[in-house]
C-alpha cells in the first residue's frame, strides 16, 4: 500500500508508517503549499492512497467528481500525540480487511466509517 500524507497529517505519524514498510509521500517534504486539487491529483498520478485530517476531500470526491483511485482516509481524531494517528492507522490496517480503493474512509476514536465513490 502506497500513502500521500497531507501537510496536516504529522510528520512523526508519516516516519512510523514509513519504518512499518509503507511507501509513504509528505506532501509537507515533496511539495509544499499545493492545493487539495493538485493533492488529489498527485495521488491518481502514483495510485497512493491520501492520509488526511482535512474534512473538504469529501466535498472534492461528491461535489466536484475527483475520484482518487487509492481513496482517501479522513482522520476525525481530536486530541492526539504526533505518533498516535500511525499508530491507530496501523493498528485498523493490521486487525481488519478493509479496503481503502475507491472509498472515502472516516476514521475517528469510535468509528469507521466508508462510503464508495
Given amino acids: 500500500m502506497k500513502f500521500l500524507a497531507n501537510e496536516n497529517f504529522p510528520v512523526a505519524s508519516v516516519r512510523i508508517l514509513q519504518e512499518a514498510g509503507y511507501d509513504t509521500k509528505f506532501i509537507g517534504f515533496e511539495c509544499p503549499s499545493i492545493s487539495d486539487v493538485e493533492v488529489i491529483t ?10 488526511t485530517f482535512d474534512k473538504d476531500y469529501g466535498e472534492l470526491i461528491y461535489k466536484y467528481g475527483h475520484k482518487p483511485k487509492g481513496g482517501v ?5 481530536k486530541e492526539f500525540t504526533p505518533e498516535e494517528p500511525a ?3 496501523l493498528h485498523i490496517i493490521r486487525s481488519t480487511e478493509i479496503i481503502f480503493e475507491n472509498y472515502l474512509t472516516v476514521i475517528d476514536s469510535k468509528n469507521i466509517r466508508q462510503r464508495k465513490y
Avoid at 482516509?73 to 481524531?77: E, T, V
Wanted: no cysteine; aromatic share 12%; charged share 20%.
Fill in 42 to 51: 498527485l495521488a491518481v498520478q502514483e495510485s497512493r492512497t491520501i492520509i
Fill in 73 to 77: 482516509i479522513f482522520l476525525r481524531l
Fill in 87 to 89: 499508530e491507530y492507522l
